[in-house]
């Protein structure tokens, strides 16, 4: 009997510490490309993650992000899964609208970047995902205190701009 509430008890541990993912579907969010700049500064506050690393971009990772520049609070809505930690909480990033040369450049893969030959071909780059395809995002219902909300939201991706030093 022992053994029996001993493997209970194990698996209702191994199980309640999975993040159950549901989604929601794209239609929820309130749409507004005009919500950030491309290369807006923002922090970001929070992240839906996503139950996988979306490599068949089958959803969105939901993101709340502060404007560095205007201080309005923006949803940002990614195909990316970007590894935030508790570290990042105080990091600025940039954000990238998904028809910027940054977000097409992350759609390729390796081979396909040491191809380019010139920043001419670089510019004629046609994206790879089809955004309007995708209507699923990523939620954690634990968090939907903070993620249901109604701010404005863009489509793209957060990175950092740096100067390379020659």
């Avoid at 209507?135 to 740096?162: E, H, M, Q, W």
Wanted: proline fraction near 2%.
């Amino acid at each position: 009997m022992t053994k029996i509430f001993f493997h209970a008890l194990i698996a209702l541990i191994f199980f309640s510490c999975e993040t159950q993912y549901e989604y929601w579907n794209i239609s929820k969010f309130n749409m507004d490309e005009t919500a950030l700049k491309n290369e807006e500064e923002v922090k970001i506050i929070y992240t839906s993650r996503g139950p996988d690393y979306n490599q068949d971009l089958k959803y969105y990772v939901h993101l709340i992000a502060i404007s560095q520049e205007s201080g309005d609070t923006v949803n940002i809505l990614s195909t990316g899964v970007h590894g935030l930690t508790k570290k990042d909480e105080h990091k600025v990033f940039n954000y990238f609208n998904e028809n910027s040369l940054v977000s097409k450049l992350n759609q390729m893969n390796s081979d396909e970047l040491n191809n380019i030959e010139s920043f001419d071909k670089i510019k004629n780059i046609e994206p790879k995902i089809e955004y309007q395809l995708i209507n699923k995002v990523a939620r954690d219902p634990k968090f939907d205190d903070i993620a249901d909300n109604n701010y404005p939201t863009v489509i793209g991706l957060i990175g950092t701009v740096s100067m390379i030093e020659e």
